[in-house]
């Protein structure tokens, strides 16, 4: 039977209903995501993105805004999301309840904005508010809403849908204005995070179903825009359409060099030589049947699934293939009667694509809020597809809510349940090495965070287990340095900080940190080297400009020391303690210079 779209959601449905559904959608999201107002910051790129960034945490400055715009921090160029967060701290400080409730708004914008899309597009009302309702309450949402950090993917999704809005009005009526809007819109998507290179395809799809603007391959099926009218639709070449959205497809080649500079730069970006091409393409076939699965069951959700070094196994990988192949066969043979299987799946698969691991960037295989776009798509497909298996059930509208209604109510709680587990650095990490208890970096994470709590010994012996499941890895032994130095076993914390520098050369914490112990033996000239080297790396590093000042205070040269406090204080001009220090030194100078005259 071929598909027709409808317009359910006009008549009576259209204001009150329109009202009804938004307040059940935030509703309902909010009862989900409300654990989040007891959870903190997390040690897990929270420290870096916010809290012990100097540039953000001091709100937004000009020189904070031409940083904004001019760095490649952590791996991304990304400015209008560093505005964000440096507009949160200027309004909340580093109180984290400010900066989690400003993720949870913009989700709930992402969640009315999707619905309003659908609705406009396809003018299925229930369709379209079953879609934002799984696309809001998905346990699969939680990282995006959770982790401070990933504020750049709610951020950069207000900004797709803004730009799926403004290509609605711009087909219904063409106008150079709502183009350039559309386009405005766009381009600080961009801003916001990279992913948005996808949409000009999204929209290309859009363009076939449910717009019906695409000349070929339409079979008994009317576009809303069609229905709308009353009139037929004109059609388009498909060179005319890929022409129409030129102007969007010329930003996304730069987009794509930029964040590929700016992930080098980072050393996000792994080298081929480490990962082969043909281990990145049999990890993409798993890892799309793997989001598949969990899309479908979220069950042993977690921060960071650890990318491992062993390939999979060849049988995996080809019963992955043959499955993937089948459904994009499935689609293609339905394409000109079920036009929505193709979009939905052709949307969850182009949008993964740049996250999918061909071009391998950080750590992990797969990551909870790479989801957050590309699950729309299947969320579709769902709720297209089970309205047209069951249009001829005699109680389809009872069956169909009654289904629905338990499927959102298992999200919900899911969801509930999943948020606790952000309440802390501990808490997340422990449920993180729970799900994979071979997981190196949330091993060392971990302790970190027990190391903070005081909880020493069980904090060492997660570093131990850090350095057992990965050789080369320095930041254990980084760590348990500070361990065996928070329990006064100066000598081992001496060894482990030398052997994070023989793993990682580029280590400047380390380099500060030994050079603390040294001088703490009374071994200055080496400290006062460890100190220079730490700078070397990273010259606005105010720590180790403190401990140098304080090396050569020790060693009597105090014009040394005191030029070193100086430029501590022009990096950290608040440190009160930097500040005691230089006027103690000053005094010191001032009274060897008057020994000497004497």
Known sequence: MPYKATNEGKGKLSRHGTLFVCLALLLLTVIAVFPIRHNDFINFDDDFYVVNNQHVTGGITRQSVVWAFTAFHMGHWHPLTWLSHMLDCQLFGLNPLGHHLDNVLLHLINVLLLFAVLRELTGAFWRSAFVAAAFALHPLRVESIAWVSDRKDLLSTVFWMLT???????????????????????????????????????????????????????????????????????????????????????????????????????????????????????????????????????????????????????????????LLVCITALVVYLLGRRPYLAVGWLWFLGIMLPVIGLAQSGPQSTADRYTYLPSIGIFMIIAWGMEELTRKWRYRRAALGFAGSGVLLAMVVGTNMQMRYWENSTTLFEQAVEVDPDNFLMHNNLGNALLAEKRDDEAIQHFLTASSFKKNYAEPHYNLGLAFRARGEVHKAIDHFRQALRIKKDYPEAYNNLGVMLAEQGQLAEAIELFQQALSIRPDYADSYINLAMAYRLQGNYSESVKYFRRALELKPDDAEASELLAETLQMQGQNKLDILQ
């Open 164 to 322: 799926m809005l403004a290509y609605l009005r711009y087909v219904r009526r063409p106008r150079v204005g709502i183009y350039l809007v559309m386009l405005l819109f766009f381009v600080l998507g961009l801003l916001a995070k990279a992913m948005l290179v996808t949409l000009p395809f999204v929209l290309l799809l859009l363009d076939y179903w449910p717009l019906g603007r695409l000349g070929w391959g339409q079979r008994g099926w009317q576009s809303p825009l069609d229905a709308a009218a009353g009139t037929a639709w004109s059609k388009v070449s498909i060179y005319r359409l890929i022409w129409e959205k030129l102007p969007l497809i010329v930003f996304v080649p730069v987009s794509a060099v930029v964040g590929g500079l700016a992930q080098s730069s980072g050393g996000a970006m792994m080298d081929v030589s480490a990962l082969p091409m043909i281990d990145r393409i049999t990890n993409a076939i798993v890892y799309y049947v793997r989001y598949l699965g969990k899309i479908f069951y979220p069950d042993n959700l977690a921060v960071l699934y650890i990318l491992k070094n062993d390939p999979f196994p060849l049988g995996k990988v080809l019963l992955c293939l043959l």
